[in-house]
């Protein structure tokens, strides 16, 4: 008996070879066994996954060595390390070889913020990556009033003389508002927001700050 093992390009192993049957003895018979892999099969390989504070944000890196049939990575935030939240989906970038992939959380709460990868295959298997963790603080020298607003918010705390930017962005992240100033108090007219929740941002040169707010 003659068996032949191969290896495919899309790492499917495949197994050949001749045989004889008592029903037809001296007659060789050609057999090829193809292995798909199974649940033991590692679809994803990480290099490694990271969170870094930056900006006023937190910053998640991960790479990938290897990917079999992936769809999507599910970007999950806990502030317990128990119960996760799904905050974005980031789709499958590698064309076989190494991946690089990013993901900035503009909304992280103060104090410890937990991290995880839901990879999702094609036939939709999921596996987890493992957990990260870091310690988020905000600059908290900015102070808003009234909170909640109605028409006109107040910023204080701002330096002076020194330029900066202030955002206004929904809880999804998307600006709202944009406005250059460098005195130390600013009044944002907030008149034409919907009622609900809002980011207000401060850019300077020490970097950023942020403070919840809802308009009535």
């Not at 790479?63 to 502030?79: D, K, M, P």
Request: proline share 3%.
């Amino acid at each position: 008996q003659l068996w032949g093992l191969s290896v495919t390009a899309d790492d499917k192993i495949i197994l050949t070879g001749f045989f004889t049957s008592e029903s037809s003895p001296g007659e060789p018979n050609f057999l090829a066994i193809q292995y798909n892999g199974g649940e033991s099969s590692l679809p994803i390989t990480y290099k490694n996954f990271t969170a870094t504070q930056k900006n006023g944000f937190i910053q998640l890196n991960w790479q990938t060595s290897s990917e079999i049939n992936n769809s999507y990575f599910a970007v999950e935030r806990s502030n317990t390390g128990t119960t996760f939240n799904e905050l974005a989906r980031i789709g499958s970038s590698s064309n076989g070889g190494t991946a690089n992939y990013t993901y900035t959380d503009k909304l992280a709460q103060d104090g410890d913020n937990y991290y995880r990868l839901k990879q999702v295959d094609k036939d939709g298997k999921s596996s987890y990556s493992k957990t990260i963790s870091i310690q988020f603080t905000r600059n908290v020298n900015i102070k808003i009033q009234p909170n909640p607003v109605k028409d006109k918010l107040t910023v204080n705390g701002l330096a002076a003389g020194e330029n900066k930017t202030l955002l206004i962005t929904d809880m999804a992240g998307n600006i709202l508002k944009k406005i250059n100033t460098a005195t130390s108090q600013q009044e944002i007219n907030v008149q034409q927001l919907l009622p609900g929740s809002y980011i207000l941002i401060v850019k300077s040169k020490a970097g950023l700050s942020q403070v919840k707010f809802v308009k009535q």
